[in-house]
């Protein structure tokens, strides 16, 4: 075969541009191509390192602005419920004071009304009895035909409804 034979002849020559082309590609890819990329993978790590750093700022900020927030909660919380004691003991002594004049007012008109009966009864106990006098004033008179002292008679009618 003639190709074998001449491989003594040129072996020497296609090493040498196997050499040359490994060169090339060594220095093509190595000295030109990595560094690129090397650059590129520094500055994409530089990137995350810098939006996990913000990231990290930015939980620590959302933490702190929580924390602000439950404090401002906590304090408008008890700030309610000052005022909702504060109101309530108001609207109880309001309560209290209110019902103090209603059961004054109440046990004024009980006394009020108290002496009204008394007087009504009074009124009605004297007619009663003045009515009674005269009645049994006229029914003695019209029986016996006998004309009786009224003195007499309103003593024995006020001895009578005295003793029920």
Known sequence: MPQISQIGEIYASQLFWLAIVFALIYFGIGKAMVPKIERTVEDRNARISGDIAAAEAARQTALASEQ???AGLDTARSAALKALAEAKASATANAETALKAGDAAAAARLAEATGAVAAAKSTAVAEIESTTVEAVE??????SGVSVDRATVEGKVKAELAHG
Not at 138 to 143: D, E, F, H, R, S
Request: charged share 20%.
């Open 138 to 143: 006229q029914i003695v008179a019209k029986l």
């Open 68 to 70: 602000r927030y439950q």
